[in-house]
Structure formats: structure tokens, C-alpha cells
């Protein structure tokens, strides 16, 4: 009777009831808890792309709440005087209202930034566990730790660099949808799921760009596979017999509530250009094993010295461990005749394959050429979002298939090591109000007579925080800046402290691209400051 007790349905026993939530706080205090622990007062360390998206969800919400500098959305206050400067970067609208409930609770833009990722990071969690507990019909033990694996890898503890990456659990609730929809079993609610998914798709466009991408290839892929096999044939049909025009019309809907964004991005294409294929943000095999240079286990492989000392941590720190992955392919083999499992093991490897850069080859060559889209991919190993996320699916269905067994002993083992492959070294914290009293003290440079400024270091080059440094100053002082740092930048600015030819400019050189960006929108270069710093 013991196998029975975790089965869907079953009450199980009280530790299994409580080992979601149990699960689910470990994970958190393990990556928030210097941060809990200091009521907010310290912060993750990061520079770059997490002040970049702090201050892209702040401009959401002075645009909705029609703060002067931010009425227009797609006139961010950077790279003064350009107009739809937005569009150069992921817009996280979607997911704005997770983060505009705390300003309008009261909190500084920082620390309603923080409970953005806890509440982003705690949906992971939740969401997985529901499409494992519900989705796949697995118990409470596999679909818990198939749950930490999503949210609290190591792949997605890297992705603090990148927060805008962070939020996954729209492509899960996505993958749960679809599930439903061709369930086996009868659901009088399949057009809710419909809906669900139509949704789901269009917030994660309106949230980031990558993930949005990514998980539409996959779609296209699995769609592609079901068209090859019969069972897929078989459910696909059935499903278009009796709600393909439902389920056209929220097709229909989903792209008119896109377009505009599609029109914008567009734009900006014409005016810029297509990212090149840059061989160098391509994963390679090692790539899908890596965890980064801080991984316990794992990270010497990285580190000076290491055999793969040469691949970027950032980028190439793509995978989720060496155990893990076996484990997670045993069990979507085994479990391949369940509904959706043999067209996500097919349309998971496709993809895997299509990504990954043997020696000089990539079908992605191919991919980045005609693929509507694909030209606005830098990092393509950033598909390890999507792609990792197969692994603990498939180590749920392996583990719920021991228990149920009763090889105990073995699923505790598997279990003890996809886990124990994950941690690394701490993140670093610093201090939020450091960092508030910086940002003061440089805004009390812009001075009243200011229409807009020019934050530059007047150190050794090499600093690379001005731009970030310039958006906080400009929230500070409801002044535009003419520093701007985004996914792309306007045609011929030319400010950057590191150009992309690797030139490096000097003052003069900077005042003399000044003159020369002001002068070409008919802008006084004495109504903008020049605001020196270091």
C-alpha cells in the first residue's frame, strides 16, 4: 500500500503534503535569504542588466501613472532627444503589475524591484509544480523536486544577470495549457485552456523577447513532430474538429495584440539592422553540462586552468548538471507514451540540435537567416531557458515511475544528486542605501538649469557604469539623459566610453559626439549638461 500513497489523488502522508512549501522556502531563503534577512536593506550585487530592468519596470509604471517624462511608452527618457528608445529593449509590461502593486504599496523603485524577482521566482516554483502535479499527474515528492529544479538551478540562479529571464513561469503555464488541451481525459474547459495559452503568449511578448522566441520555435518544432506521428495526427485533428475555430479566432487575437509590438521591433530593424550570427554566444555540447565558475562541484571546469575556461560563464553556463540531464532523458524515454512526453523529448532535442555549434557548424546559420525573428537573437545559448526546462520534467516522471515501484532507495539517490549538483558560491549583496546615496549625490550635479545632462566618469576609461548610473540620476531628477544603454542603441550615437571598434574616446572626442548628437535633432548643446563624476 506504501507505493500508493503518493499516486495523484491519494491524501499521502503529512510530510508529503508539507514537502512543496518546505521545498519551495529552502529554495527561497537559499537565494534571498541575505536579503529577507536584512528586511531588503541589502541587495544582490549586480551591476548591468538588473539596474537596466529595474529601471525599464519603473518607467512602466511612471507611464501609467502618467509621470511627465514617461507619458509617451515608447519614449524612454534615454539617449535624449531620441524617440522610441523603448523599442530597443524588452519592454516587461507583461509582468509590470507584479511589480507596480508594490509602488503603489509604498515602495522605492529598488525594493519593489526585489519583491519583483521573489514573486517572479516564487510562480516558477508554483506554476511547475502544478503542471508536474496536475499537468503530468505526478505525486507531491517527484513533482516537488522536478519543481526546485525549475526554479532554483543552477541555470537560473546565472540568470540573476539577466533578470528580464528570470520570470518562466508564463512558457510553463503555456506548456500546462497545451497538456490540458490534448489531454486524454474530457475537459469541458479545453477552450479556457485555449485562452490560457493565447494569453500566456502574448504577456510573455510584452515581457521579454528571448523567451518569447524561444518557446514559440519550440511550439513550431512540437507542432512539427505531431504532424509526424500518428498519435499527434490523431489529437490534433480531433482538437481542430471541435474547437479549431475557437481556437483561430484567439490565434487571431493574439497577433492583432502583437502587431504593434512587431511593428516597433521592426522598426527599429530597419533603422539598425539584424544582429550578425555571433559564433561566440552559441552554445556548444559543453555548454548544455556547465554550471558556471562558482558551481561547488562543477566549477573548476570554468575557471583559469579549466577545459573549458574559454566558454563565457554568462552565456555558456547553460546547463543544470551531469547527473540531472541523464536522469531527466531516462525519464522522458520511459515515459514517452504518456500524452505530449514523446513530442517534447523530440521537439526539445530538435531544438537542442538545431542551437548547438558543432566545430564551425550551426544549422542555426540557417535559422538566423530566414527565420522571421531570429535576427534579433545575440545570445542564442540563452535557448538553455527553455530547453532545461525538459530536464526536470523528465526526472519527475523518472521518480515518480521508481516510487511507485518501490525502489525507494534509488529514487532517493537520483534525487540526492540532481539537487546536490546545484549549489555554488553566494550571491554577492550590498548595501541598498549605498547605493540610494550614490545615485543623491549625483543628481545634485544636474543642476535646475539642466534640460537634460551628459553623466560621464572622469576616471581611467574602463568604467562601464555611467549609462546605468545616468538612468537612476535621470528617475532621480525628472530630467532626461543622453546617456542611454540598451539591447541596441540609435544609429551613429556614439557616446559609449567603448565604441564598437574597441576605440576608447576622450573627453574631447566625447564632447565632439555631444555637439554632434545634439546638433542633429536641432538641440543647444548649452541647454544639456555636461555632468563629470569619479
Known amino acids: 500500500m506504501a507505493s500508493h500513497r503518493w499516486a495523484p489523488g491519494g491524501n499521502g502522508s503529512a510530510l508529503a503534503k508539507l514537502l512543496p512549501t518546505s521545498c519551495w522556502l529552502l529554495g527561497t531563503l537559499w537565494v534571498f535569504g541575505p536579503q529577507l534577512a536584512s528586511s531588503l536593506q541589502l541587495m544582490i550585487g549586480l551591476p548591468r542588466d538588473p539596474r537596466l530592468v529595474n529601471y525599464t519596470l519603473e518607467h512602466g509604471y511612471r507611464w501609467l501613472m502618467r509621470y511627465p517624462l514617461h507619458s509617451d511608452f515608447w519614449q524612454t527618457p534615454l539617449f535624449y532627444p531620441y ?6 529593449t524588452d519592454l516587461l509590461i507583461g509582468l509590470g503589475p507584479l511589480y507596480w502593486v508594490w509602488r503603489w504599496l509604498g515602495a522605492e523603485p529598488d525594493s519593489a524591484f526585489q519583491l519583483w524577482i521573489l514573486v517572479c521566482w516564487s510562480l516558477n516554483f508554483w506554476v511547475a509544480y502544478l503542471l508536474l502535479r496536475r499537468g503530468l499527474e505526478v505525486g507531491r515528492v517527484p513533482a516537488s523536486l522536478g519543481a526546485t529544479l525549475v526554479a532554483f538551478s543552477s541555470a537560473q540562479l546565472t540568470r540573476l544577470y539577466h533578470p528580464q529571464l528570470i520570470p518562466l513561469f508564463l512558457v510553463l503555464l503555456g506548456t500546462f495549457a497545451l497538456l490540458r488541451i490534448f489531454s486524454d481525459r474530457p475537459d469541458v474547459r479545453r477552450r479556457s485552456w485555449v485562452l490560457a495559452l493565447s494569453v500566456s503568449i502574448v504577456l510573455q511578448a510584452y515581457t521579454a523577447f528571448y523567451p518569447f522566441f524561444f518557446f514559440g520555435l519550440l511550439l513550431a518544432l512540437a507542432l512539427a513532430w505531431a504532424l509526424t506521428l500518428r498519435e499527434g495526427r490523431l489529437r490534433l485533428f480531433a482538437f481542430l474538429r471541435s474547437d479549431g475555430m475557437f481556437a483561430g479566432g484567439c490565434v487571431l487575437i493574439a497577433v492583432v495584440l502583437i502587431t504593434p509590438l512587431v511593428l516597433r521591433y521592426l522598426g527599429v ?14 552554445p556548444r555540447p559543453a555548454s548544455w553540462f556547465l554550471l558556471g565558475e562558482g558551481n561547488y562541484l562543477f566549477g573548476w571546469l570554468q575557471r583559469e586552468g579549466g577545459p573549458f575556461a574559454h566558454l563565457s560563464e554568462m552565456e555558456h553556463s547553460a546547463g543544470i548538471g ?30 537542442m540540435l538545431i542551437a548547438t555549434m558543432f566545430g564551425d557548424f550551426s544549422v542555426w546559420r540557417w535559422v538566423h537567416a530566414h527565420v522571421p525573428g531570429a535576427g534579433g537573437i545575440r545570445a542564442i545559448a540563452r535557448v538553455s531557458m527553455i530547453l532545461t526546462l525538459a530536464v526536470p520534467i523528465g526526472i519527475a516522471l523518472l521518480l515518480e515511475r521508481l516510487w511507485r515501484s518501490g525502489s525507494y532507495a534509488l529514487c532517493a539517490a537520483l534525487a540526492l544528486l540532481c539537487v546536490i549538483e546545484q549549489p555554488g558560491t553566494p550571491l554577492l549583496h550590498v548595501s541598498k542605501l549605498a ?7 549625483l543628481a545634485e550635479r544636474v543642476g535646475d538649469h539642466c534640460a537634460a545632462f551628459l ?50 574616446p576622450d573627453r574631447r572626442q566625447l564632447r565632439l559626439a555631444l555637439n554632434d548628437w545634439l546638433e542633429r535633432y536641432a538641440v543647444d548643446p548649452r541647454s544639456v549638461c555636461w555632468v563629470e563624476y569619479g
Open 83 to 88: 524617440a522610441n528608445a523603448t523599442a530597443f
Open 269 to 282: 530593424a530597419e533603422e539598425l539592422g539584424l544582429r550578425p550570427f555571433m559564433t561566440k554566444y552559441a
Open 322 to 351: 551531469f547527473i540531472a540531464p541523464l536522469v531527466g532523458l531516462c525519464g522522458l524515454l520511459g515515459a514517452r507514451r504518456r500524452p505530449g512526453v514523446a513530442i517534447l523529448l523530440l521537439a526539445t532535442g530538435s531544438l
Open 435 to 441: 547605493n540610494r546615496q550614490k545615485i543623491e549625490k
Open 455 to 504: 553623466l560621464v566618469y572622469r576616471g581611467p576609461p574602463g568604467h562601464l557604469l555611467e549609462d546605468d548610473y545616468a538612468a537612476w540620476v535621470q528617475l532621480a531628477t525628472h530630467k532626461p539623459t543622453v546617456n542611454g544603454r540598451y539591447g541596441n542603441v540609435p544609429k551613429d550615437w556614439k557616446l559609449f566610453r567603448f565604441q564598437s571598434d574597441g576605440a576608447i
